[in-house]
């Protein structure tokens, strides 16, 4: 893709957007006079700014550029992510767990994990989560970062260091207050900046029907899109249908899983875990002013969350069909190649005889170093022997000849396509959003546990609240600075990305038996916690040393110590390790707490434990105000999504 | 906390919505995507919603912070 050429319009745009969200955090500066305004909100926020926080806080530009690219590769599928592997976790949070955290006036996830076990299970569950946000965040900022660089041919580090500073500024100003708030005008922004893109997209593809129409084309020959390898068909409904190609088996899905790790490995462990015990998110509903305002909190989320495939997987649909209809010109884009590498292989056309076409082919995949359609090459130095083609038109040829994919390409690539200046400018913005938002998030997560879980607990007990508030702050620059360091970390480490998700799967698979066992099951022991919790990381790190993916070599991706099972994609892979990790340790809690003795009596479990805890009565409130009501509403209206696109 | 967060989103999205439509209508040349004018449809679509974000704000009773 060519560097895209900003207006003044697009400029100004971003700087109105730059110049808003400092404005929010200056604002609110004034209001930022304790440990608890400036880390918790001091749980003053009203429930509608607390649920687009909450759904904001987790949609960062990696889901943005993701969702689009799982689009384009697996279809309507990937809407599980939504409508499985969120909503049903989501209302679980607010109608069964959100009492606990909100009523035992715990300021952090962590510590309520102290609160109902001890020290050492906080310890554990700070010092990961401190870390992961750290790399979350790095991370973001470098793919935004090379974005920036790539796209709009900005200098990498300026790009790195203006984005972050931005963030620095509003939440350093505001607090955790300042991120909500922010959250909200960037859920909006994100919203409004991409909805005409989806609607030019399907405007240009001739409609719904015919998008459909296209992709059963694509799911009869993916290889003609490079999405599969050759030889390889679906059914024409698999990218079309959620439910149906899953149902079939995973050789019958692009995405290679069957329903029992889908429903069991996202649905219920995956989800649950990131849902229920991410205090990235679940801060946010912590945050808000009541009890009912904290439970509504993931329920508000809920029904913008159900909607978003329609905004973020459907774009890629798009890309997919319109990649068949040959007068859209238009193809998913290949990676992006330095200008060496053109030039190295403009002069392998130029020098290619065209009697050697095998040859030819060989020595432009290698000066590319990418893979490409033979047909294509040979076709291309016929045309370049018949009459000299400039290097412009060579460039093109090579450029469509390339036979991979960059799937993080599709939704910039229609942006691109469909957005005059303005439009562009009010799109690039909303990405921009999506990262800021994603950042802050991790930055308010981070310096909260930091300060309330690590520096409070062991480092500096029973100070002054004047002290943890400036702690905070000075928490604050420190997690944006980690988060610079581990962004270059992540520049110079092509498989860093793999390494932190893989790291994150061990970490996340496992807590959500914590939780469960420890919300539910009153005999559950410290002990048993700690150990069950230890225990399901090195199963899942067991599981992933001796697993592999089909077309994955042992490493990085998996099977290291040995290849004992072969799944037939990464994510079936991921699912599968998430349900062994899982059950591993509820069943390790189980047993160890069976074995060991509590330590806490009933009476101080009282607020932490659900069969201890006198229930809410949500009598008073109207209907449509009563969690459980509310739930069981979007819970029909997940069920009837589904249906839908079954 | 004592700001209200829909005067901020209100004030943005009116002022990038009257920027957007303006274009649309002073540059419609350039402002076309698929023969529609896009800008100019999508600048009023977000004058429409910080205008009611505002409506919002001012209903609700609490003026914007002095600076």
């Given at each position: 893709m060519q560097p895209i050429q900003l207006q003044w319009l697009d400029y100004t745009i971003l700087a109105a957007y730059v110049a808003f969200v400092i404005g929010i955090g200056w604002m609110l500066s004034r209001y930022m006079k304790t440990s608890s305004d400036f880390l918790t909100s001091a749980r003053s926020i009203p429930t509608w700014v607390t649920g687009l926080a909450f759904i904001s806080a987790n949609l960062g530009a990696l889901e943005l550029v993701g969702m689009a690219a799982s689009g384009a590769k697996?279809?309507?599928?990937?809407?599980h992510f939504y409508w499985v592997g969120a909503i049903p976790a989501m209302i679980f949070l607010a109608v069964f767990m959100m009492p606990f955290y909100y009523g035992s006036k715990a300021r952090s996830v962590p510590e309520y994990l102290k609160m109902r076990f001890d020290e050492r299970v906080r310890a554990l569950n700070s010092v990961a989560f401190a870390v992961m946000t750290i790399f979350a965040s790095g991370i973001s900022m470098n793919a935004l970062a090379k974005l920036l660089n790539q796209l709009l041919g900005w200098n990498y580090n300026a790009a790195l260091f203006i984005s972050s500073g931005v963030v620095l500024l509003y939440v350093l100003k505001g607090g955790l207050t300042s991120a909500i708030y922010t959250e909200v005008l960037q859920f909006f922004m994100i919203v409004l900046g991409f909805a005409p893109v989806v609607y030019l997209g399907l405007k240009d593809v001739g409609g719904w029907h015919v998008m459909n129409h296209s992709l059963q084309t694509v799911a009869l020959n993916p290889a003609a899109l490079n999405l599969k390898d050759a030889g390889i068909s679906y059914a024409s409904n698999a990218w079309t249908s959620a439910w149906r190609p899953v149902l079939a088996g995973p050789s019958h899905n692009p995405m290679g899983v069957d329903w029992f790790a889908m429903i069991f490995g996202l649905g219920f462990v995956l989800s649950f875990g990131y849902w229920c015990?991410?205090?990235?998110?679940v801060q946010r509903a912590m945050a808000a002013k009541n009890m009912t305002a904290a439970r509504n909190t993931p329920l508000v989320a809920a029904v913008p969350k159900m909607f978003f495939p329609f905004l973020v997987i459907v774009p890629g649909m798009i890309a997919a069909a319109l990649?068949?209809?040959?007068?859209?010109?238009?193809?998913?884009?290949p990676p992006i190649l330095s200008p060496a590498s053109y030039a190295r292989a403009i002069e392998v056309v130029k020098n290619a005889r065209a009697g050697d076409p095998a040859d030819a082919v060989t020595a432009v995949s290698a000066a590319l170093g990418t893979k490409v359609a033979p047909d294509k090459i040979v076709s291309l130095v016929a045309a370049n022997a018949a009459s000299k083609l400039s290097d412009d038109q060579i460039k093109a040829g090579l450029y469509n000849s390339i036979a991979e994919n960059d799937y993080d390409g599709v939704i910039l690539s229609l942006v691109k396509r469909y957005c005059p200046s303005g439009l562009l400018g009010l799109a690039l913005t909303a990405l921009l959003a999506s990262f800021m938002s994603g950042m802050a998030g991790n930055v308010t997560a981070f310096n909260t546990v930091f300060t309330y879980d690590l520096y409070q607990a062991y480092f500096a007990v029973g100070r002054s609240d004047r002290h943890y508030f400036i702690t905070g702050k000075v928490i604050t620059v420190v997690g944006i600075a980690l988060s610079i360091l581990t962004a270059y970390f992540a520049s110079m480490y092509n498989n860093c990305m793999d390494i932190i998700q893989l790291v994150f799967g061990f970490v996340n698979a496992p807590l959500f038996a914590t939780f469960l066992l420890g919300m539910f099951w009153k005999r559950t022991t410290a002990t048993g916690a700690f150990l069950g919790l230890f225990g399901g990381i090195a199963s899942s790190a067991t599981f992933h040393a001796l697993t592999l993916a089909q077309g994955n070599s042992p490493g990085v991706k998996g099977g290291y110590l040995k290849v004992v099972e072969v799944f037939p994609s990464e994510m079936a892979q991921n699912f599968w390790l998430a349900a062994f990790a899982f059950i591993a340790c509820l069943l390790l809690t189980l047993g160890i707490s069976l074995a060991t003795k509590r330590t806490k009596s009933d009476a101080e479990l009282k607020g932490l434990v659900y069969s201890l805890t006198p229930r809410i009565v949500d009598?008073?409130?109207?209907a449509y105000m009563r969690p459980a009501v509310v739930g069981v509403v979007l819970l029909i209206a997940c069920v009837v999504l589904n249906l839908i696109f079954w | 906390m004592g700001l209200d967060i829909r005067w901020p989103i209100g004030l943005m999205f009116t002022l990038i919505g009257a920027l957007l439509a303006g274009d649309g209508a002073l540059n419609s040349a350039n402002s076309i995507s698929l023969g529609i004018n896009i800008n100019f449809i999508w600048g009023i679509v977000l004058l429409g919603f910080g205008a009611f974000m505002l409506w919002g704000a001012v209903k609700g009773g609490k003026k914007p912070p002095a600076p």
């Open positions: 697996y279809g309507m599928s990937t809407a015990t991410n205090f990235l998110v990649c068949t209809l040959p007068d859209k010109g238009y193809r998913i884009p009598d008073q409130q109207p | -």
